[in-house]
């Protein structure tokens, strides 16, 4: 079975340090893109960014170019989301997601989805 | 703001037809996708590549589009239809991904 595993619900204070995890399973990791998504509480959904598992390419939306990284470990086949320094507002859920394992690369879309990491950030 | 426009909310009578649009000038060139999300859970792919529906997703369940404009159609809407729906494509560079602001269906 194909899955997407993220790491649990993260509580942390304004200006700490955050890396959420996400663990694919069932399919060949080093073969789709991953992307990270946000959604603040009662709001739609943002595209953050991606990485190649491949190389290791990222590409960033601008809202969150230099505030997130995204990076990989190959060895347990787990995609990060790391955060320096938070702020209040990045209280939101994360999801990872895949581009293409179902629908074939050439249409885009999102079509296997992690369970979603909550982060909570406040004083 | 988003690249892609969605009405924020549609209303669609138990049994009846309900459409939800998707409109931005990048689905001129890039293929557009549709998700579902309940409350509480993770999205789920229920269209993509206009009108290719996921195994698994009802047919009453149907995409199209023209130009610059997608639809997501939902026929003989059940009360499991009631949910967040959200389109998303690349962006005009092509370099980015953009999600629609979401449509609220209500089935009444």
């Known amino acids: 079975e194909v899955q997407l595993v993220q790491s649990g619900a993260e509580v942390k204070k304004p200006g700490e340090s955050l890396r959420v995890s996400c663990q694919g399973s069932?399919?060949?990791?080093?073969?789709?893109?991953i992307h990270w998504v946000r959604q603040m509480p009662g709001k739609g959904l943002e595209w953050m960014g991606r990485?190649?598992?491949?190389?290791?390419?990222?590409n960033y939306s601008p809202s969150f170019q230099g505030h997130v990284t995204i990076s990989l470990d190959m060895s347990i086949s787990t995609a990060y989301l790391q955060w320096n320094s938070l702020e209040a507002s990045d209280t939101a859920i994360y999801y990872c997601?895949?581009?293409?394992?179902?629908?074939?690369?050439?249409?885009?879309?999102?079509?296997?989805w992690g369970q979603g990491t909550m982060v909570t950030v406040s004083s | 703001s988003s690249d892609l426009t969605q009405d924020p909310a549609v209303s669609v009578a138990l049994g009846q037809t309900g459409r939800i649009t998707c409109q931005g000038n990048?689905?001129?060139?890039?293929?557009v996708s549709w998700y579902q999300q309940k409350p509480g859970q993770a999205p789920v792919i229920v269209m993509y590549g206009k009108n290719k529906r996921p195994s698994g997703i009802p047919d009453r369940i149907s995409g199209s589009g023209s130009g610059n404009i997608a639809s997501l159609t939902i026929a003989g809407a059940q009360a499991e239809d009631e949910a967040d729906y959200y389109c998303a494509s690349r962006d005009t560079s092509g370099n980015h991904w953009v999600f629609g602001g979401g449509t609220k269906l209500t089935v009444l």
């Open positions: 997601t895949i581009v293409g394992l179902n629908t074939g690369t050439h249409y885009d879309a999102f079509d296997i």
């Open positions: 990048s689905l001129r060139k890039y293929s």
């Open positions: 990485i190649d598992p491949r190389d290791s390419y990222t």
């Open positions: 069932g399919y060949s990791f080093t073969s789709y893109w």
